[in-house]
């Protein structure tokens, strides 16, 4: 499966963003689709993932209550919804797709779009 991330770009701290990522090749259907960040020098980490089968998502503490991940069936799309944005959101945001892991371990996940960035300014 391919995927492709959009939605980034420059906006300003607090401001909203909505961030698709979009399969082509197969469809998400027995999938676990993920979003990532890496900024500058640090490393990869973990944001949202969301299991396709049963719709359970599973959301990282550090960014719980701002950022929300979802899907559309129809569109074979996973979202990742980010609100009250911060200058500490700075990175290049990635999707990954998994046949069966479900959890935060980059490593783990087989299929990677190729990124978007997103810069906050404040």
């Known amino acids: 499966v391919q995927l492709q991330a959009s939605g980034g770009g420059l906006v300003q701290a607090g401001d909203s963003l909505r961030l698709s990522c979009a399969a082509s090749?197969?469809?998400?259907?027995?999938?676990?689709v993920a979003w990532f960040r890496q900024a500058p020098g640090k490393e990869r980490e973990f944001l949202a993932g969301?299991?396709?089968?049963?719709?359970?998502?599973y959301t990282a503490d550090s960014v719980k209550g701002r950022f929300t991940i979802s899907k559309d069936n129809a569109e074979n799309t996973v979202y990742l919804q980010i609100n009250s944005l911060k200058p500490e959101d700075t990175a290049v945001y990635y999707c990954?797709?998994?046949?069966?892991?479900?959890?935060?371990?980059?490593?783990?996940?087989?299929?990677w779009g190729q990124g978007t960035l997103v810069t906050v300014s404040s």
């Open positions: 990954a797709a998994s046949r069966t892991y479900f959890g935060p371990r980059a490593p783990a996940y087989t299929y």
């Open positions: 090749g197969r469809t998400f259907s027995t999938y676990v």
């Open positions: 969301i299991r396709w089968t049963d719709d359970t998502t």
